[in-house]
């Protein structure tokens, strides 16, 4: 393994995109920061700037509005990075599937920015904090 | 003979400049300086945490991140001036490696010279005035605004600090040799914090330096929540990584700068040297205490907060410094 991925995974910087979420999955993952889960332990931290980031969290279904941001945001991100869904609604497209305000899965509209990009999936509606975590160290461990 | 002394005078000088780069590269210089500011970095993120009643991040964090910044791409926006925006971060790097090199130097071996206070607030303004450059070099309007918040707070604190240093002048006046009133081996003997008037000038110069350092509740300029990282959001990889390396070194720099004009200074050895830590670590804590019990202010509420109370605190604290000076009451 390169350093740059060993540094990368001890160190893990997180930008969250609301690509059109209910709030849900937004407030558990604002809640991994609270004293109970503390991701701080494992370096990761949420920064305000997508040019700092290394992962991306994105929440939500993707709308027509949002995914321009989103791919936009994804450019933004320098590379190596890893972009995790949360929730069922950013993993497929949740209830909404087939509704008119949603042009495809997040996924879908993140590969075709870039094909090879670094996706990770965790589903649930929200998904608790602890799967969360365990998604992430999955995730991080299969690269 | 001749060519054996101008080979022996070439071999002394070639020393002493191997001497003198040692001096800014390694030993109190850069490598000393970072690795004591990553240091204090991790105890900034280690103490803020444990007031939160957190678990907080393992020792070797800040290594790691500046680590995984090395290897990370470094994005160029469309707009930004390549030059400046390349530059501004080793500008600001080489101006904390100066004056934390200076300061290591003139503790260490007590080589000074007359009027090293005034260099090192020159010194001290350049992280500052690098930002500056480097977010206005980039073409992103939040930066803009990041840029110009920064300019005001640097116009705000910069006219308390140098009140606060004049009545450490003021105070150690009476005690120096005559034409060493400006030099820091002189001022560092004498611990001015422990009267009225230096205790003033010593809170007044804390809060400065928590603005210098760009922590809240005068993290204005880089507030995340609201303008996404201000005057650093457009740097990424390795040019972030200097900023942060930047940031770690004014981390040591700054408050040993404290501790050198208000508290006396640091010893090289045995107790001395202890307790001029115990000093350092106290000036740390205190800024991370301030840093954690503050809400983030706007721009209008630190100007007036510097120039307004500050200012009338430090213009109190210099009369009473030179009632003291002139009725040698020293607890004045």
């Known amino acids: 393994m390169s350093w740059r991925m060993w540094s990368l995974k001890k160190s893990v910087w997180v930008f969250h995109v609301n ?4 709030n849900n999955c937004d407030i558990e993952i604002v809640n991994l920061l609270t004293p109970r889960y503390d991701v701080e332990r494992f370096g990761i931290k949420l920064v305000g700037s997508p040019r700092h980031a ?13 995914v321009i941001r989103l791919r936009e945001v994804y450019r933004q991100v320098p590379k190596p990075c890893v972009v995790f869904l949360m929730g069922a609604c950013a993993c497929g497209t949740g209830i909404f599937e087939g509704a008119y305000h949603i042009p495809g899965a997040v996924d879908e509209v993140i590969r075709e920015v870039d094909p090879r990009a670094i996706i990770a999936y965790v589903p649930g509606c929200p998904p608790k904090p602890e799967a969360m975590i365990s998604g992430v160290v999955r995730a991080l461990s299969a690269i | 003979m001749g060519a054996v002394f101008e080979g022996q005078g070439k071999g002394k000088t070639m020393i002493e400049a191997l001497n003198n780069l040692f001096w800014i590269l390694i030993f109190p210089g850069f490598l000393f300086t970072v690795a ?13 945490a444990l007031v939160q009643w957190r678990v907080g991040p393992p020792l070797l964090q800040p290594l790691y991140d500046i680590m995984k910044l090395l290897g990370k791409e470094i994005l160029m926006p ?60 980039s073409a992103s309007p939040h930066a803009a605004v990041g840029t110009s918040r920064e300019m005001k707070l640097v116009l705000g604190y910069e006219l308390p600090l140098v009140l606060a240093f004049i009545v450490v002048i003021i105070k150690t006046a009476g005690f120096v040799g005559a034409g060493q009133q400006l030099s820091l081996v002189a001022i560092s003997q004498h611990a001015s914090a422990l009267s009225i008037s230096g205790m003033l000038a010593f809170l007044a110069a804390l809060l400065c330096i928590q603005a210098k350092l760009g922590f809240v509740p005068f993290d204005i300029a880089e507030s995340e929540t609201e303008i996404a990282s201000g005057v650093i959001m457009e740097y990424s990889g390795a040019l972030l990584a200097v900023w942060k390396v930047m940031q770690a070194m004014m981390l040591v720099a700054l408050p040993l700068f404290l501790v050198m004009v208000f508290m006396g ?18 000036v740390l804590v205190l800024v991370i205490l301030i840093k954690n019990t503050n809400p983030r202010m706007r721009i209008d509420q630190a100007m007036k907060f510097f120039w307004l109370y500050c200012g009338i605190a430090l213009v109190v604290a210099v009369i009473l410094a030179t009632i003291g ?4 009451i020293n607890w004045l």
């Open chain 2, 265 to 282: 200074g640091f010893g090289t050895a045995g107790w001395p040297l202890v307790w001029g830590i115990g000093k350092y670590v106290l």
């Open chain 2, 78 to 137: 469309q707009d930004a001036q390549r030059t400046v925006f390349l530059a501004a971060p080793l500008v600001g790097l080489a101006g904390v490696l100066l004056l934390s090199t200076m300061l290591w130097r003139i503790t260490i071996a007590q080589t000074a010279f007359v009027g090293d206070i005034i260099v090192a607030i020159y010194l001290m303004v350049l992280p500052s005035l690098a930002l500056i450059l480097g977010s206005s070099a």
């Open chain 1, 19 to 22: 690509a059109g979420a209910c």
């Open chain 2, 325 to 328: 000076n002139y009725y040698g």
């Open chain 2, 36 to 48: 004591l500011g990553l240091v204090a970095s991790w105890i900034v993120r280690k103490v803020s």
């Open chain 1, 54 to 66: 290394d992962a991306l969290l994105v929440t939500g279904v993707g709308t027509r509005q949002a």
